[in-house]
């Protein structure tokens, strides 16, 4: 993470990486996250939620390799290290489908991270990168964020508001397809209303430390985990949830 970067993530909570992705990278991952959709679309028995609101795809990375890979990213997993340390692991991953012309959001204002009776403005507990697959404008139901609202107390108390893009200081997080975007789990953020006429979709990849718990429902498979010790790769077992509850550490260089 550059000095930039590092001062632009640390004050406003979140940091867009634009083009994250090549031309040919986006068409791959386009072409995994398409077939893994209609899988998903044939079979009502895979795990997700279907709404007039939301399509969501839980654990695309047990779809395709080429959404798998996303999750140590050389463009994206570099600088997620750097904020949360070399105890980084996977918390969850979902591939969201906003339909075009929602009537409402499928997620109000609300934190990610929220531990009763801790107050942690300095610790950074979760970090999410968003993939965009699709161009996302002011009206196409991008996640909107209120920029420094990491470092705010827990009880403070924001404004109830019956839009979203009513709430005070927030900003859209627009893009062209191929950027990502992260943010620190801990910011206040909402899901807008897709008032484009094509659906937005992005795909959501959660860090947190290994000593944390995987979210319920998206532990890694046998089969993803056996891959992953047959690779050798140190950081893919991390990322898979394997090693040492408590001591688990990235080497130097890995």
């Known amino acids: ?65 080429r959404l798998l890979a996303l999750l140590w990213h050389p463009r994206t997993f570099p600088l997620v290290r750097s904020v949360l340390g070399d105890d980084v692991s996977m918390i969850d991953n979902d591939y969201f489908i906003t339909p075009p012309r929602t009537p409402r959001t499928h997620a109000g204002w609300h934190h990610d991270v929220g531990m009763h009776g801790v107050y942690h403005p300095r610790s950074v507990l979760m970090v999410k990168v968003f993939f965009l697959l699709s161009d996302v404008g002011a009206d196409s139901g991008g996640t909107a964020l209120v920029p420094g609202s990491h470092r705010l107390p827990p009880d403070f108390a924001f404004p109830t508001v019956d839009d979203v893009r009513d709430m005070p200081g927030m900003v859209p997080m627009c893009g062209d397809a191929g950027d990502a975007y992260l943010f620190n789990g801990r910011i206040y953020h909402a899901a807008q209303n897709n008032e484009s006429d094509t659906p937005r979709r992005v795909l959501i990849y959660n860090y947190g430390h290994f000593w944390m718990k995987t979210w319920q429902g998206y532990e890694p498979s046998e089969r993803l985990r056996a891959q992953a010790l047959a690779s050798g790769d140190p950081v893919r077992a991390q990322l898979m949830g394997i090693g040492d509850a408590y001591g688990q550490r990235l080497p130097a260089g890995a």
Request: avoid cysteine; proline fraction near 5%; aromatic fraction near 6%.
């Open 1 to 65: 993470m550059t000095d930039a970067q590092r001062i632009l993530f640390e004050t406003n909570g979140f940091l867009r990486v634009p083009g994250a992705l090549s031309g040919a990278e986006l068409d791959g991952v386009r072409a995994a996250a398409d077939a893994a959709e209609a899988r998903w679309r044939a079979d009502a028995s895979l795990p997700g939620s279907r709404s007039d609101v939301l399509l969501q795809v839980q654990a695309p990375i047990e779809y395709d390799d």
